[in-house]
Nanobody, 123 residues
Framework: QVQLVESGGGLVQAGGSLRLSCAAT????????MGWFRQAPGKEREFVAA???????AYADSVKGRFTISRDNAKNTLALQMNTLKPEDTAVYYC?????????????????WGQGTQVTVSS
């Protein structure tokens, strides 16, 4: 059983930056594709970014160029660097792991989830 714990959320002004981290335990971290999703109140869970087992990355159009996903297999951590934040980025951000080689844009394809961390971007 893989356990994921997010951290690094908080309150930031528009234009600022945050770095989210996801710590993984209970599995072989390097064998999973990983992703970040977010969900705002009243909204569906939304794909943000993902990284395949081999390092291929994908981003939602809304965050491309501003967010960067990365992983450190030695430390069993996944990160999401978020720059030039906008109020519409406000959401709970979730780390997810997928027991497949390739990444996925769909939350139903992920097997493990963290508890989420709140990101609030003010104007």
């Amino acid at each position: 059983q893989v356990q994921l714990v997010e951290s690094g959320g908080g309150l930031v002004q528009a234009g600022g930056s945050l770095r989210l981290s996801c710590a993984a335990t209970g599995g072989t971290f390097g064998t999973y594709a990983m992703g970040w999703f977010r969900q705002a109140p009243g909204k569906e869970r939304e794909f943000v970014a993902a990284r395949s087992r081999s390092g291929y990355t994908a981003y939602a159009d809304s965050v491309k160029g501003r967010f960067t996903i990365s992983r450190d297999n030695a430390k069993n951590t996944l990160a999401l660097q978020m720059n030039t934040l906008k109020p519409e980025d406000t959401a709970v951000y979730y780390c997810a792991a997928r027991q497949q080689f390739s990444l996925s844009y769909y939350h139903n394809d992920y097997d493990y989830w963290g508890q989420g961390t709140q990101v609030t971007v003010s104007s």
